[in-house]
């Protein structure tokens, strides 16, 4: 007879455990299709307001979950470096490792016949008969502090207003600062190509700042309150972090609910949110942040900018400046030469740096 029961209770289990799964299935299909329609609406029949029920669901998720980013939290914004710029940020660290030589009797940049020389020459020297230590520690002091190595200060903050691109939750002309919050995750998020420079700023927040966090969960005792809320807060931040190629008209939707939201005040007239958080495309394991106020009064400060290089697709960097104990590019030049003094490349790869 326990048996019997016992099986009882595992088949009606079984059966609202799959109409749970059928009704979940109904309210993110609904959800994406009232996402879908809001696209559609402002794409093609009315951009400034649109009848559309996912801004109710929005002003559900008001008390609901957010993420507060405390004094001192450190995010990152990149910027890629074309080809024809990268003299710019190089040149006087190639000018200044070339500079460590002793001067030997010929031209080391004159051409290949040149070239040759200066591998015989290194191959009959030792590195500290070459290289003063004196002159190579101040080479390394000079490029070991923290500095503007990649863009300027004003170069890595958010784009000046009125000239800014649309982006995924910004209208064209307003300026926000989009960051991340691990440095991989910035430099995929500009797209680089192998072997291309990348400009990585380092961002101090400097008062908490409040953001509508579309990748929070609720907790078990908010799910039996707001199990449909969950859900569609799910379908929202799969929106928010699908993949656009290049189709800014795409972001009219996102770009929409990030306007509706940073507009949301609370009963004193004080706006709730100072930003959004959602989940990278390009790193699924990557946060992405973007900040409204960009103004002077804002919560953050830009402190400086490293230059890494991107090594492979799946975003893993080498530091170049600066100089670190771990990655010391100036001394890896130099050993390049001294270990593979017949090789022309490494030779070449010093002097074009």
Known sequence: ????????????SEKWLILLS?????????TRNQLLALQEELQYKNRFFPDN??????????EGPYTILPVGTTLYRSRVISKVDEPIFLNTLRDDINNLFKTPDFDILNGKTELLKLITY??????????SDDDYQKLLDKYSSNAWWGYSEKESDAPPKGITKAGRINPEGISYLYA??????????????ISQFVSVAEIKVEKDIKLFDFTANYGQDELKNHSIDSINLSVLSEYFSQPNYGENDL???????????????????TKCFDGLCFRSSLNNDGLNYVLFDTSDNRKYRVCNSKLYKMIDLNGT?????????DNNIIERKLMQLMINKDDESDANDLLKL
């Open 1 to 12: 007879m326990d048996c019997t029961n016992e099986q009882k209770n595992e088949d009606e």
């Open 22 to 30: 059928y009704l979940i299935a109904e309210q993110e299909t609904e």
């Open 53 to 62: 029920k996912i801004l109710k669901q929005i002003d559900a998720f008001v």
């Open 122 to 131: 290194l191959y009959f020297n030792q590195h500290d008969e070459i290289v």
């Open 180 to 193: 991340s919050g691990d440095i991989r995750t910035s430099a995929l998020e500009v797209r680089p190509v």
């Open 251 to 269: 972001y009219l939707a996102t770009q929409y609910i990030s306007e509706y939201i940073k507009n949301i005040h609370d009963d004193n007239g």
């Open 317 to 325: 960097l080498e530091q170049w400046l600066p100089i670190d104990e």
